[in-house]
C-alpha cells in the first residue's frame, strides 16, 4: 500500500529572491505534489507583495497539483534570519490536527516520491529508539558524471559507525556529518522540536542559516549516536541506500577547485570504507589527484 495516501503535509520553503535560481524552485516543485496525499506549500520569501518578483515564483509554482502560499515576515532584521521565519508558519499550523507531517526545505533540494517513501517506511523502525531517517545531499559532478556528498568531508569506516539492523543485509547507519539541507518530521515530532531548545537559532554549531535546517538532529540524542539521523545502507552490495539521496540541484561543491574545500569531493559509493586498506588507498589517490590539481 502507498503510504503517502495516508499523509497531509505542510512544505516551508525558504525563497530569497534571486532570478538565477527559480530554475531550482522549478524543479523541486514539481515533485511536490506526489510526495503526499494532500500537500500545502508555504514559500518564506523577502520577495515583496504585488511585485514582480512574487509573480516570477508563483509562475514557476502555479497548476502543479498542490496548494501554495507565500509568506512575506516583516521586522525580522538580518537576512539570514529568514529561514528561522518558517517557524511562525508552523506555529500556526500545527494547531491543524489533520496535518501529518512537516517539511521545511531550501530552495536547491530535490525530493522525490522515492525519497518519501524511504522516509515513512524506515520511520517505523527507527521512531522506537528516539531516531529520525534522513537523506544525504548529492551533486552531480560534470567530469566524471558521479555524484558527490555534498556535506561529508571524510570517509568513515563502517565499524566505527553507530547502526540500527533491519534485517542482515540492510542497515541505518549514524554518519558524523548529518547536514541535508531540510528536515521532515511527523506531527508529533514536530512538537517535540518547537518545544525544545532546537527551535532557537541560538541552538547548534552550525551557521545561522543552517541551524534552521537542522530541526530535531541534536535534540535528544541516544547514548552511543552523533546524532538522531541515520540513513540507509546495503550492508551487501555496501553502498548508501539510493532512495536516500536528494539532490543539492546547483552541483555547485562537486564542481569546484578542490582548493576550495573538501565539500564535494567524496563520492558517494566511497563515503563508507568496510577495510582499511580500502580506504588507505582512496585516501592515497585522492591526494595525488589533489597535488595534480594544484600544478595545473
Not at 180 to 185: A, F, N, V
Not at 217 to 225: A, I, L
Request: overall charge neutral; glycine content about 4%; proline content about 4%.
Amino acid at each position: 500500500m502507498d503510504a503517502t495516501k495516508k499523509t497531509r503535509l505542510v512544505i516551508c520553503v525558504t525563497v530569497h529572491f534571486s532570478k538565477d535560481r527559480l530554475q531550482f524552485l522549478e524543479k523541486m516543485s514539481d515533485h511536490f505534489a506526489e510526495l503526499a496525499n494532500q500537500v500545502l506549500v508555504y514559500i518564506i520569501t523577502n520577495a515583496q507583495n504585488h511585485s514582480s518578483e512574487l509573480a516570477q515564483i508563483e509562475a514557476v509554482l502555479k497548476c502543479k497539483g498542490f496548494d501554495y502560499e507565500f509568506f512575506i515576515p516583516e521586522g525580522i532584521g538580518h537576512p539570514f534570519l529568514l529561514p528561522w521565519s518558517h517557524f511562525a508558519v508552523v506555529k500556526q499550523l500545527i494547531q491543524d490536527e489533520s496535518i501529518t507531517h512537516f517539511m521545511y526545505l531550501e530552495d536547491d533540494t530535490l525530493v522525490t516520491k522515492e525519497n518519501m517513501d524511504y522516509w515513512l517506511e524506515s520511520y517505523q523502525i527507527l521512531a522506537p529508539l528516539g531516531l529520525i531517517p534522513s537523506f544525504l545531499r548529492v551533486e552531480k559532478n560534470n567530469h566524471d558524471q558521479l555524484w558527490y556528498s555534498s556535506d561529508v568531508r571524510t570517509q568513515f569506516r563502517y565499524n566505527k559507525l553507530p547502526r540500527v539492523y533491519k534485517n542482515k543485509d540492510y542497515q541505518f547507519i549514524n554518519l558524523p556529518h548529518p547536514y541535508q539541507g531540510m528536515y521532515l518530521l511527523t506531527r508529533e515530532l514536530m512538537l517535540e522540536h518547537l518545544a525544545s531548545p532546537s527551535s532557537n537559532p541560538e541552538f547548534g554549531e552550525w551557521a545561522i542559516r543552517e541551524r534552521a535546517a537542522q530541526g530535531l538532529t541534536f535534540q535528544n540524542v541516544p547514548k552511543g549516536c552523533t546524532s538522531r539521523n541515520f540513513i540507509g545502507y546495503n550492508s551487501k552490495t555496501k553502498q548508501i541506500d539510493t532512495k536516500c539521496l536528494i539532490h543539492h540541484l546547483p552541483n555547485n561543491y562537486a564542481n569546484r577547485d578542490i582548493s576550495e574545500g573538501h565539500l564535494g569531493s567524496i563520492p558517494v559509493n566511497e563515503i563508507i570504507q568496510t577495510n582499511e586498506i580500502g580506504l588507505q588507498v582512496k585516501k592515497i589517490r585522492r591526494s595525488i589527484a589533489r597535488r595534480l590539481s594544484m600544478s595545473k
